[in-house]
C-alpha cells in the first residue's frame, strides 16, 4: 500500500526485528492477515460497552459496524474496552469516577499501536471521560455517540426518563401513584437500547460533541435504534481512516471557537448544567482556557430553541424527526463561529447550511423561541466565592429573586432522616441549604442538588423551591435549584458556616447568591470550624479526595491537567 503519511502504528508493527515479531505474532492468532500490518492506519475503537452501564448496552454490535467502515476504507480495526460508567446503578456517584476511567481511556491509548481513535459513548459520564483520556494523547479522534431511547411512552402518554423520574417520586410523596403505577412506569419509560432520551446530560454531552466538531453531521439526536445511527458509525469508520491520512488531530478541532460554539448550542437546547463541569475539564486537558464565567457570558442571552424536556415538553426522538441539531446549529449560524472545522474536514457553517426543519414546535424559531434567555447563570457572592450555578429555564420562575430563612441540612443522611418530620420548621418560603456533597464531601458531587419538597408541602400542592447546595443536578431535573458551589463546604467554604435561620437572598438577574450574615458573625463561626475527617484513607477514593480540583475548575484532578501526547519514550523489551 503506498503512504506519504506517518503512522504511529509502524513503531510496533513495521520493524523486521525481535520486536516486530513479538507485536505482530501474537496479534495473528486472531487471524489477521499480513497485509494488515503493513501501513494501514491502526483505529482504536474505544467501547464503553457493559452490562452495567444500560445505556451503552448497544455498544458492542456497534463497534462491529464501525470495523465494517474501518476496513472499507483501507484500516486495521481493533476494538479495546474501557471503564465504562454507568449513570443508573454506580454507588456513590459516576462522577466519582469520570477521571478514573478517564485515565484508562489516555494511557490505553498511548501504550498501544493506534493511529486514530472512536470513541464509542452513550451514558452521561462515558462521553467526558472517553473525551478527556483521548485530548491528553491528541491523535485523530471521532466520536459515534450510541443515541438516546426511543421516546417512552405510558398510558398513552409521552413519558421522559429522568424528568418522569423526578414526577413518579413527587407522585408517591403526594399519594397519587401506587407501587403497581411505578411497575408499570419502569419499562415504559426504557423501550429500547439508547441514553435518556431528555435534553438531560446524555442527549447534552451528545449535542456539545456535535457542537464541537468531533461528530458527523447530524450525530447526536438520531435515536439508538434507527438503523440510521448504525449508518453514522459506519461512516465514522470510513471517516477516521482519512483523518489519519490527512493528520487531523483532536487539538485541531478543539479550538476556543468550537468550546464557544458548543456553550451557546448548549444554551440553545437547554442542555445540563453538567455541561460546565465536563467541558471545563476537557478544556484544561486540550490547552484552551476556559472559565465559569464563559459560560454566563456566552451563555445566558442564547434563546432557548428546543422544546425538550426537562425545559419544555418533547424527547430526543421527536428532536431528530425535526431536523436535529444541524436545525439549531443553522439557526444561530449569525452567532456561531461558522468557520470552525469539523471531523469531516468542512466547516461547522458549510455542514449545517440550510438543513431543513420539519418542525416549528419542537425546534422554534429565532423569533418565536421557547424562552427569549436560556442558557447557565453563574452566581458570585459570599456564599460561593468561587461561583454558582443555576439553570433558569428548568425553574419555575417565581423565585429567581428570593429572601428567605435557611433551613440546613448537614448531609445526604441529614436531609434524608428529617425532610419528611412532620415537625420539620419550613414552609415554601424557606431556602433548603444542603452540605457535603461537593466534589470532597462526598466524595464525587453526585446528582442530588435537586432534592425533593418535604412530603407535607407537596401535599399543600408547593411544586418548587429555593434550594441551594455544592452538589450537581440531573440534567433531566428541574426547580430553582443552586448548584456547584465552590468552594464546597466540606473545604471550608462559606457554605460551611450557613446556620438554620439564617437569610439567604438569590438574586439571578443580579448574578448574586449572599448570605446576609454580618461578616463578624461569619468570622466566629469560620474560627470555631472544624474540618470532618478524610472520607478514605486508602486507594482511589484516598486519591480523589486529594487530587480533585473545585466545581469552578471542571473536578479533574490537578496533576491530569493538559496533556502528555502521544509518543511513548521507552520500548517493551
Ligand atoms: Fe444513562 Fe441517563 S442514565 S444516560
Known amino acids: ?53 444500560p445505556c451503552n448496552g448497544h455498544l458492542r454490535e456497534f463497534a462491529e459496524i464501525v470495523k465494517r467502515g474501518v476496513y472499507e476504507a483501507g484500516g486495521f480495526p481493533l476494538e479495546f474496552p474501557v471503564m465504562s460508567l454507568g449513570e443508573t446503578i454506580m454507588k456513590p456517584t459516576t462522577m466519582l469516577f469520570r477521571n478514573l476511567a478517564s485515565m484508562d481511556v489516555e494511557e490505553t491509548i498511548r501504550a498501544n499501536p493506534l493511529d486514530g ?3 464509542l459513548t452513550g451514558c ?30 405510558f398510558r398513552g402518554k409521552e413519558i421522559g426518563s429522568g424528568t418522569s423520574t423526578w414526577q413518579i417520586s413527587e407522585g408517591i410523596k403526594a399519594g397519587t401513584f401506587s407501587r403497581e403505577d411505578l411497575i408499570e412506569a419502569e419499562s415504559c419509560v426504557s423501550r429500547s437500547a439508547g441514553h435518556c432520551m431528555t435534553m438531560g446530560t446524555a442527549s447534552t454531552m451528545a449535542s456539545m460533541v456535535e457542537a464541537l466538531g468531533l461528530t458527523l453531521p447530524g450525530a447526536a439526536a438520531i435515536p439508538a435504534v434507527d438503523s440510521r445511527k448504525k449508518v453514522l458509525a459506519h461512516l465514522s469508520g470510513n471517516r477516521i481512516v482519512e483523518m489519519v491520512k490527512e493528520n487531523m488531530k483532536m487539538s485541531d478541532i478543539l479550538t476556543r471557537e468550537a468550546f464557544e460554539n458548543a456553550i451557546r448550542i448548549n444554551s440553545a437546547v437547554g442542555g445540563s448544567t453538567n455541561l460546565i463541569i465536563h467541558m471545563l475539564a476537557l478544556a484544561g486537558r486540550i490547552g484552551i482556557k476556559l472559565t465559569l464565567d464563559d459560560f454566563d457570558k456566552l451563555g445566558s442571552d442564547m434563546p432557548l430553541l428546543l422544546n425538550l424536556m426537562p425545559s419544555g415538553k418533547y424527547l430526543m426522538e421527536d428532536f431528530y424527526y425535526a431536523g436535529g441539531l444541524p436545525v439549531i446549529i443553522d439557526r444561530l449560524s449569525e452567532i456561531l463561529h461558522k468557520d470552525a472545522i469539523t471531523v469531516n474536514g468542512k466547516t461547522i457553517g458549510a455542514n449545517c447550511a440550510g438543513a431543513p426543519c420539519y418542525n416549528n414546535d419542537v425546534i422554534t424559531t429565532l423569533d418565536k423561541p421557547l424562552k427569549e434567555k436560556a442558557g447557565i447563570a453563574v452566581l458570585k457572592g459570599n456564599m460561593c466565592e468561587n461561583g454558582a450555578v443555576i439553570k433558569p429555564s428548568a425553574t419555575s420562575g417565581e423565585l429567581l429573586k428570593h429572601r428567605g430563612r435557611a433551613v440546613v441540612f448537614e448531609n445526604m443522611e441529614d436531609y434524608h432522616a428529617r425532610i419528611d418530620d412532620p415537625e420539620l420548621d419550613i414552609d415554601e418560603n424557606c431556602i433548603m441549604v444542603l452540605k457535603g456533597v461537593g466534589p470532597v464531601g462526598y466524595p464525587g458531587m453526585p446528582e442530588v442538588g435537586n432534592l425533593d419538597l418535604p412530603q407535607k408541602l407537596i401535599r399543600k400542592g408547593i411544586t418548587d423551591m429555593v434550594r441551594i447546595s455544592d452538589g450537581r443536578m440531573s440534567g433531566t431535573a428541574y426547580g430553582t435549584v443552586v448548584l456547584h458551589v465552590s468552594p464546597e463546604s466540606t473545604i471550608g467554604g462559606t457554605l460551611a458556616l450557613v446556620e438554620n435561620g439564617d437569610i439567604i437572598e438569590l438574586n439571578v438577574k443580579e448574578r448574586s447568591l449572599i448570605l446576609d450574615v454580618p461578616e463578624a458573625v461569619l468570622k466566629k463561626r469560620k474560627e470555631a470550624w472544624k474540618p470532618a475527617p478524610p472520607v478514605a484513607e486508602r486507594g482511589y477514593v484516598k486519591m480523589f479526595i486529594q487530587h480533585v480540583e473545585q466545581a469552578d475548575q471542571g473536578c479533574d484532578f490537578d496533576f491530569l491537567k493538559g496533556g502528555s501526547g502521544s509518543v511513548v519514550l521507552r520500548d517493551s523489551h
Open 124 to 153: 452521561d459520564k462515558t462521553t467526558p471521560s472517553t473525551l478527556m483520556g483521548a485530548a491528553s494523547v491528541d491523535l485523530p479522534t471521532i466520536v459515534v455517540p450510541g443515541g438516546p431511547m426511543l421516546n417512552g411512552k
Open 1 to 53: 500500500m503506498e503512504k506519504s503519511y506517518y503512522l504511529r502504528s509502524s513503531e510496533w508493527f513495521g520493524k523486521y526485528d525481535k520486536m516486530g515479531f513479538v507485536h505482530r505474532s501474537w496479534l495473528r492468532n486472531q487471524g489477521h492477515p499480513d497485509h494488515m500490518f503493513r501501513g494501514r492506519p491502526v483505529i482504536g475503537i474505544c467501547n464503553t460497552w457493559s452490562d452495567l452501564t
Open 117 to 119: 481513535i472512536v470513541l
